[in-house]
Every structure is written in structure tokens, then in C-alpha cells.
């Protein structure tokens, strides 16, 4: 099942049609809620968002991968990467369950 993506004009637009900001005041307001979250995640930090999900950090190290055409084996550096988890609530949207008790944790 293959959607619409929702781009940055289209939080925008929603925005705008749903709060009654001008379109300009509504693409700031997007702007400054996405800063916010890249910021903190740029820092380490965890964004953990009630009802819909946790955006994490995480360290991976230095582990060995293998090229897939030629079967060498190549180090691949430590780095950071981020990871999405869903709060149960999203989960059950997503699978059209209901939500029992209005649990919205994210990171069971």
C-alpha cells in the first residue's frame, strides 16, 4: 500500500487549514518545530513525542561488512544513526486496533 508522501508544504498547508495562522505564520511554525527536533537529536538527545513515537541516537562501532560483488571484506567506521519508535498508540492506528486505556507510551 504505497501513500502520498507529505512533504514540508503539506504540514504547512494542514496547518494552516486547521489552526487559522496566516501561511507564512504556519511555515514558521513548522520550521520551528522541525529545528527543534533535528537540534535536539543532532545532540544526542532523545525526542520522545506522547502518542506518536521516540526519535533516538544511537552509537554503532566499527564492525566488518563484505562487498557483495566481490566478497572482500571491508571495515566500516563507527558512526552515528538514528532510529524512529513508534508509540503503541501509532502502531494501533496504523493496524485499525483500539487503543485500551489511552496508552500512548513509546518505548515499551
Given at each position: 500500500?504505497?501513500?502520498?508522501?507529505?512533504?514540508?508544504?503539506?504540514?504547512?498547508?494542514?496547518?494552516?487549514?486547521?489552526?487559522?495562522l496566516s501561511r507564512t505564520e504556519s511555515a514558521d511554525?513548522v520550521e520551528l518545530v522541525l529545528d527543534e527536533i533535528?537540534?535536539?537529536?543532532?545532540?544526542?538527545?532523545?525526542?520522545?513525542?506522547?502518542?506518536?513515537?521516540?526519535?533516538?541516537?544511537?552509537?554503532?562501532?566499527?564492525?566488518?561488512?563484505?562487498?557483495?560483488?566481490?566478497?572482500?571484506?571491508?571495515?566500516?567506521?563507527?558512526?552515528?544513526?538514528?532510529?524512529?519508535?513508534?508509540?503503541?498508540?501509532?502502531?494501533?492506528?496504523?493496524?485499525?486496533?483500539?487503543?485500551?486505556?489511552?496508552?500512548?507510551?513509546?518505548?515499551?
Amino acid at each position: 500500500m504505497a501513500g502520498k508522501t507529505v512533504t514540508r508544504a503539506d504540514l504547512c498547508e494542514a496547518v494552516y487549514q486547521k489552526v487559522g495562522l496566516s501561511r507564512t505564520e504556519s511555515a514558521d511554525l513548522v520550521e520551528l518545530v522541525l529545528d527543534e527536533i533535528s537540534d535536539c537529536i543532532v545532540r544526542g538527545e532523545a525526542v520522545k513525542l506522547s502518542s506518536f513515537g521516540s526519535f533516538l541516537v544511537r552509537s554503532k562501532g566499527e564492525r566488518i561488512g563484505r562487498n557483495p560483488k566481490t566478497g572482500e571484506e571491508v571495515p566500516i567506521s563507527p558512526r552515528r544513526v538514528m532510529v524512529f519508535k513508534p508509540s503503541n498508540v501509532l502502531k494501533q492506528r496504523i493496524n485499525g486496533t483500539s487503543v485500551p486505556n489511552g496508552s500512548d507510551e513509546a518505548d515499551d
